[in-house]
């Protein structure tokens, strides 16, 4: 196609470790490929100075993100994810908060609530006020505590969660009311806008993370690719470019439960998002940047033949207890399951149902991370610049400097004053960030 022949993709490995982890977790990971500065385990939007969990070292280290460079620049920005808005990934694009678990501030010890600390929820909607589009899930850690929520109203779990008792979504929809912002929390209304007419969104769409892609309810619950779709043709509108930041977030989550067809359908609609942004951008005004946080101790061997299923059976028995073994593995996690003193017999159980735990050499309640590498896929003006094995804190200076946002613009004008990039100024930047990587 001419898309294909205009570009060729860009391949590039970065490294993922925390200042303080050599085996990262998401919090750290996302404060790296966002704001540019890696950081320590657990914290968002603020720099190794910050010890995790105490208030009083977050004020004089945060750090900003390229949505807020973005933002300041006069480009529309936006968020989409699959897990909570103020879960670790987005979290990173617009708070500063020294522990990713401080959802709401029902979440925080009362020492952080009175050292002037603040909950991620509030930071969504303070920090950076006018953020363009916001979908995911975490309905519960925008309302006061007992509050039913709207879709589950007799389900006490799913109530809000906030001590301080705001509203942070009739806020936002009192704010935004004559600025032609809207709110939604299911599909139908999601699709009874007109993206031309709309220049705010906030849809939240669960109290949670949205469901998994195999369990969505299709009726009240966009897909990934969906929430892109109505992103992107809110946010293009803006003759300033726009920069947008969508998670699969629950990739990550499927490989922690050791549920690896749930985690691999959700890379597959990953894909889909990642196809449709492309049809809706040009590779000619678009960097499209594609990677991971971290990767997972997830594993896919046992000499399968072409056309085996990714979920069956390997086609030789262990050499050591003759038993078969899945081509999928684990190297630690829930699905580490001896029976009568020995490993699991698997052909005795349904390994392709939706929920199967693959084994794992070791158990644990909740799978962990892998340390090795992960892979970004580029695309478009100045892709080239992600090349090689790089820091993955590099990522947002590249993307940066492609949009000529941020501190460093010195080579977006001539002497004249006249633009001297203005094949790529303004650029308009996308991130499509995943936690899924197969080596």
Known sequence: SILNACLSLIQTLAKTYNTNAQVPDSAGTATAYL???????????VSAAAVKSQCNTTRGNEVTSILKWAKDAGKSVGIVTTTRVNHATPSAAYAHCVDRDWYSDGDMPAEALQSGCKDIARQLFENIPDIDVIMGGGRRNMYPRNTPDVEYPGDKKHNGTRKDGRNLVGEWTDRMKDKRGYYVWNRKDLFSLNPNNVDYLL??????????????????????????????????KNERGFYLLVEGGRIDHGHHDGKAKQALH?????????????????????????????????SFGGYTHRGNSIFGLAPIMSDIDQKPFTSILYGNGPGFKFVNGARENVSTVDYEQNNYQAQAAVPLSMETHGGEDVAIFSKGPLAHLLHGVQEQHYIPHVMAYAACIGQNKGHCHTNSGSPSLSHISPTLALLLSIKWLLC
């Open 266 to 298: 959700e890379a597959v609609e990953m894909d889909r998002a990642i196809t449709r942004a492309g049809l809706l951008t040009s590779i000619y005004d678009t960097l499209t940047v594609v990677t991971a946080d971290h990767s997972h101790v997830f």
């Open 35 to 45: 704001c540019g500065v890696k950081a320590n385990e657990g914290t968002v939007g």
């Open 203 to 236: 849809g939240l769409f669960e109290p949670a993370d949205l469901p998994y892609e195999l369990e969505r309810n299709k009726e009240t619950d966009p897909s990934l690719t969906e929430m892109v779709d109505v992103a992107i043709k809110i946010l293009r």
